[in-house]
């Protein structure tokens, strides 16, 4: 099972490309892109061409040829998003079939992993009047259709309960599947449409689906259910987990529509299901796709079915809101970066869980827990897991500590391998007291629900710890829960296990594009699962705590819908510009935001893209930069793709016109990232365009004011911009010119600043990101 959560930093299984041995013969899943308008016309159907195709294959390597039942090969059949299919075929056939003139590319299935009472309130969805009167002219979203991609759905939680909503909207083509404890009459008028694709993991996880992974739309993991409560869950009173975060949890938009697309079985996800899913989410009409799905790695466009599939819904006119990755605070880490994906990274909130580790010196250090049980109330002995164990693993793996040096301990482990409540279990089995999760990537504090007295510090408390264990000779310590802290300070801070720019394909796109609550988020949980890292945890709760940019995404995909509520006609990318100009770049002081990768650091665009997403804001930004199709397509042919790869994800013949010379910063995105090379000093300048849409119904008078990233100049021309009416176009360029600077060989120079349109009403600011290289 593989959550995109921060305690389960799995593995990512990648295929073998080049390096490993490759048997011919053996049999995998594979994608298949066609272009199927040369479709001959003696077949009626796409099915009986590729039937027909499978069927003609002829080895032409040195295998014994096996001829495949072609039908029974088939998986999916792709015709909306992607034009092709799925199959189960050698090595040797897909080479084979590679060759052929209509299919534009074979690819290896791939595995994934999927990567709150509060959080309305904190984005201010709660409190502001004229945002309240905005969402009323929508209904809060009741019109909108958000499907998400993830690991199904807990129907009969009450956050997906329907009463009082209007019936289904009429375009609404989607269907309730039946499937494993999941009759037909399962959805209701907020869970409109739920589907499954098991297939391709059926095809590739040899033990198959098992009988608690439910074969339906029904989720046996809790991420779905979390994530679509999150996004568009009803009101519910009195909701905590194990009694804290107690009151109502609301999700964002809670009268959009829920279709759910289950795609996650326990072992992970497959491509040819994802794809599957997109293809039909999109055919059924859904308005905002939630894909809290992790990339493996950032592979490029034509390779990466997250990015094919979203293609195709943006040309629909679906935004596609993704999780950037719990990879942080690696720089390069950000998944999910095609520039029509909104790419979402993860912030705190101003609530903790707050419990203390007090040293035998009289050191107190603030972490964090969601241990309920009985209370420790004396010192007790402690020690380093990596001094308790014989084989000096110091992250308590089950049966690396040595009970002779544990017993009536309180024991600190390393927040690697595996879950923190597990740890505390193994610490318990050796006859520990307590354990203490010691975080080695940041200042994030996450807080677990521990069986035994167990609490998290963050990276800089545990170098404090470790001062002190390393300087007394007889260390001691004991742990206080006090419970739900609201209010903290600062907040939001760009969570440490957030993924990081810069975007490694492109450069010139900024991702992450924003950052959203992410940490610690409570919301619907399956009630007959466990509620932590630990399969035998015998907890049942309805709302559980956890953490990731998969809580992030959601967020931003509920507001998104809410937008959508609001303005009917925007298109993706209007959305996405609504969002990212109106984001804040400070915290709820004032001051300028942090980056809890370490202490005392101020976020930047790599850790937050545009900022924090403001709702309010993002519903009235005055000005949005819109990107079309054929922009889109410019763009992939500035960045040097070729024509196949282009149709791959376009699904059309794309001539890049040599003549058209367009350079992929110029592609209206609503950030600004150009790249300098420092070994030619002569061409420290480049003029960037962008091409501002007019979205509120009234002449408008806007004047630039810019904030040079140092070392840079910026100038625009003009420094003003009067629109007439709605709807109407201005343009503008930005020149940017660099001083030179020297920089290591093989290392990357940043540097940040903004430009913002204000009228004084509205301020529609886009990050400046400078990169010498
Ligand atoms: C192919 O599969 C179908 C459906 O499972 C089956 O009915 C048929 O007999 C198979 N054909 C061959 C040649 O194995
Ligand atoms: C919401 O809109 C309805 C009519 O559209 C109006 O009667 C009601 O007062 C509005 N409520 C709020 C809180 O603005
Ligand atoms: C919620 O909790 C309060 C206090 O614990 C109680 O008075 C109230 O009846 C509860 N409401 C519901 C709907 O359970
Ligand atoms: C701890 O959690 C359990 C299970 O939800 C709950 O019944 C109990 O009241 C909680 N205890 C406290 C002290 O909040
Ligand atoms: C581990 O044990 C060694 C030897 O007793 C000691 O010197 C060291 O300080 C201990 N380290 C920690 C982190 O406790
Ligand atoms: C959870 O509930 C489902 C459906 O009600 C049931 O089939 C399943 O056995 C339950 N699982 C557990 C672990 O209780
Ligand atoms: C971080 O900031 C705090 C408060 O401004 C200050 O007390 C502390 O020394 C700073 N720490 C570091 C490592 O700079
Ligand atoms: C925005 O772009 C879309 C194409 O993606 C286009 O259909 C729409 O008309 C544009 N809207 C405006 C206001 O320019
Ligand atoms: C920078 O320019 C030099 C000299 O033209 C070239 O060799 C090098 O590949 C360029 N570096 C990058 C990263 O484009
Ligand atoms: C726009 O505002 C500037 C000053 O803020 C003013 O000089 C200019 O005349 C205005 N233009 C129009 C068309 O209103
Ligand atoms: C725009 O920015 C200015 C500061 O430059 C600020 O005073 C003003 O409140 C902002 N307005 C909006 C609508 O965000």
Not at 576 to 586: C, E, G, I, P
Request: hydrophobic residues 40%.
């Amino acid at each position: 099972m593989g959550l995109f959560l921060v305690f389960n930093l799995a593995i990512l299984i990648s295929f073998c490309s080049v390096s490993c041995e490759i048997n011919v013969q053996e049999t995998q899943t594979f994608i298949i892109r066609v272009q199927h308008d040369l479709k001959p016309s003696q077949f009626s159907t796409l099915e009986e061409w590729y039937t027909s195709t499978l069927k003609s294959l002829q080895s032409k390597y040195p295998i014994p040829f096996q001829p495949a039942n072609s039908t029974d090969n088939i998986i999916h059949v792709y015709k909306t998003v992607f034009h092709g299919f799925s199959a189960t075929l050698t090595r040797a056939h897909a080479w084979e079939l590679e060759t052929r003139p209509e299919i534009l590319g074979v690819f290896p299935d791939n595995i994934r992993k999927i990567q709150t009472t509060r959080t309305p309130h904190f984005l201010g969805l709660d409190t502001s009047k004229a945002f309240y009167g905005l969402m009323n002219e929508s209904d809060y979203g009741s019109d909108v259709i958000i499907g998400l991609l993830d690991s199904g759905i807990w129907p009969e939680h009450p956050s997906f309960n329907d009463d009082d909503m209007d019936p289904i909207p009429a375009r609404w083509k989607g269907e309730c599947q039946e499937g494993k404890q999941f009759p037909k009459t399962t959805c209701n008028k907020k869970l409109i449409g739920a589907r499954y694709f098991s297939a391709g993991y059926e095809r590739s996880i040899s033990q198959g689906i098992k009988n608690d992974d439910f074969k339906s739309a029904r989720d046996p993991i809790g991420h779905g259910t979390h994530t679509a409560s999150t996004a568009a869950g009803r009101a519910v009173k009195n909701a905590s987990c194990l009694g804290f975060a107690s009151g109502q949890a609301k999700g964002i938009a809670p009268k959009a529509r829920i279709a759910v697309y289950k795609v996650c079985w326990f072992e992970g996800c497959l491509d040819s299901d994802i794809l599957a899913g997109f293809d039909s989410a999109v055919k059924d009409g859904v308005d905002i796709l939630s894909v809290s799905l992790g990339g493996i790695g950032p592979s490029p466009y034509w390779d990466d079915v997250l990015a094919i599939g979203a293609f195709g819904a943006m040309e629909r006119g679906v935004l596609v809101s993704a999780s950037a990755g719990n990879f942080g605070p690696e720089s390069e880490s950000v998944t999910n970066i095609a520039p029509w994906l909104t790419t979402v990274g993860a912030s705190t909130v101003d609530r903790t869980f707050a419990a203390d580790l007090s040293l035998g010196d009289g050191t107190v250090i603030i972490g964090s827990s969601l241990y309920n049980g009985t209370r420790l109330s004396n010192l007790y002995p402690l020690i380093y897991a990596g001094n308790a164990s014989s084989f000096g693993v110091s992250t308590c793996l089950p049966g690396s500590l040595d009970a002779g040096r544990v017993q009536g301990k309180i024991v600190v482990c390393d927040d690697e391998d595996n879950g923190p409540v597990e740890k505390g279990l193994v610490v318990r089995d050796a006859g520990g007291v307590g354990v203490v999760v010691a975080n080695g990537i940041g200042e994030d504090l996450l807080a677990y629900p521990y069986l035994n007295p167990g609490l998290a510090v963050t990276m800089s408390a545990r170098e404090k710890i470790f001062e002190y264990l390393t300087t007394d000779p007889n260390p001691q310590a004991t742990m206080a829960f006090r419970g739900t802290q609201i209010g903290v300070k600062p907040a939001p801070v760009v969570a440490a296990f957030s993924s990081r720019g810069p975007n490694i394909l492109s450069m010139n796109v900024l991702k992450p594009d924003l950052i959203a609550p992410g940490l610690n988020i409570l919301a619907a949980w399956p009630n007959n699962i466990s509620m932590s890292d630990v399969l035998e945890d015998p907890r049942r709760t309805e709302f559980n705590i956890i953490s990731g940019t998969s809580m992030s995404c959601p967020h931003v995909s509920g507001i998104a819908a809410l937008l959508k509520g609001v303005h009917r006609d925007w298109s993706p990318a209007m959305i996405k510009s609504a969002l990212m100009t109106t984001a804040y770049t400070h915290d709820h002081d004032g001051k300028p935001l942090l980056d809890n990768k370490d202490l005392n650091v101020t976020a930047n665009p790599w850790s937050m893209g545009a900022g924090h997403v403001d709702p309010m804001k993002a519903v009235d930004p005055g000005l949005v930069y819109n990107i079309t199709v054929d922009d889109y397509i410019d763009f992939l042919c500035a960045s040097g793709l070729t024509s196949k790869q282009i149709k791959t994800v376009t699904k059309r013949a794309v001539e890049c016109s040599k003549a058209k010379k367009s350079n992929p910063w110029d592609l209206n995105y609503p950030a600004i990232s150009v790249v300098f090379n420092t070994s030619k000093p002569s061409h420290l300048e480049v003029v960037v365009t962008r091409t501002m849409t007019n979205v509120i119904d009234a002449a408008c008078n806007y004047t630039v004011v810019v904030s040079n990233p140092k070392g840079v100049i910026v100038t625009v021309d003009p420094q003003q911009l009067v629109f007439g009416k709605i709807g109407e176009q201005k343009s503008y360029v930005v020149k940017i010119s660099a001083k030179s600077v020297v920089i290591q060989a093989g290392k990357m120079l940043s540097r940040f600043g903004q430009l913002s349109w204000k009228d004084g009403s509205h301020n529609v600011t886009s990050p400046i990101v400078v990169t010498w290289i």
